[in-house]
């Protein structure tokens, strides 16, 4: 079957840095996204990754490794609005996104 | 980032009426259409993908005359919730892609359903 594993919840400080991780197994890969969404609000888009590496695009970071079927969302300079679920999805062959179940970050002062 | 609008944002409504949600791509043409539900504190369920053009295709226990989904054009599909009853009570999302199957899916802001 397929399957996204990552943890449910994470808490930090607010200025620090978190790392996200996310493993995935599925039938076929396309791309890997990550996406944030704040309670009552919709998913945002916040990264792709389809080769192997570090993709930086301002305080947010995403890695994957193919081979190890893993990845993680980097969040640096950590602010309070960053509180919100970050949800892993990856595309399959068929290319249809299979999503994990989200990880809730909360962000302490 | 794409831009995708949702209608209404909100509603309220009787048991046994049925309810209409338009999700608009606006500024690109959205090949493909994806409508997703979620409940409270749980994770994005796909409903269906609709293409345009053609018939949608169904998740696996979703009932296809219960969630009538119609893609018409290239950036505008419609879920319509017939008989609603409290159970589907939800959060329903829309999203949309473009015209390669490995682009970004891009999420409207989602309407928030509940039935009395």
């Known amino acids: 079957g397929q399957n996204i594993d990552q943890p449910t919840e994470m808490t930090a400080t607010e200025g620090a840095i978190v790392q996200i991780n996310c493993t995935y197994q599925?039938?076929?890969?396309?791309?890997l996204f990550w996406y944030q969404q704040h309670a009552g609000e919709a998913p945002t888009f916040l990264s792709y990754?389809?080769l192997d590496g570090l993709e930086e695009k301002g305080r947010f970071s995403s890695f994957l490794s193919r081979s190890k079927g893993y990845s993680y969302l980097l969040l640096k300079e950590l602010q309070m609005k960053d509180s919100a679920s970050y949800l892993c999805?990856?595309?399959?062959?068929?290319?249809?996104?299979?999503w994990g179940a989200g990880t809730k970050l909360i962000i302490k002062p | 980032g794409a831009v995708v609008s949702q209608h209404p944002s909100w509603v309220i409504c009787k048991s046994g009426t049925s309810v209409k949600i338009e999700c608009r791509s606006l500024?690109?043409?959205?090949?493909?259409m994806f409508w997703y539900r979620q409940f409270p504190k749980q994770s994005l369920m796909l409903m269906a993908t609709?293409?345009?053009?053609?018939?949608?295709?169904?998740e696996q226990g979703v009932e296809k005359d219960k969630f009538l989904i119609n893609h018409a054009s290239l950036t505008l599909s419609t879920l319509t919730v017939t008989s609603a009853h409290p159970e589907d009570s939800s959060f329903y999302i829309c999203?949309?892609?473009?015209?390669?199957?490995?682009?970004?899916?891009?999420f409207g802001p989602g309407t928030r359903l509940l039935v009395l």
């Open positions: 999203s949309a892609r473009g015209t390669e199957q490995q682009e970004t899916q891009y």
């Open positions: 500024d690109f043409q959205a090949t493909t």
């Open positions: 609709s293409n345009e053009g053609s018939k949608a295709t169904y």
């Open positions: 599925t039938s076929g890969f396309n791309g």
């Open positions: 990754n389809v």
């Open positions: 999805a990856v595309m399959d062959s068929n290319y249809q996104l299979i």
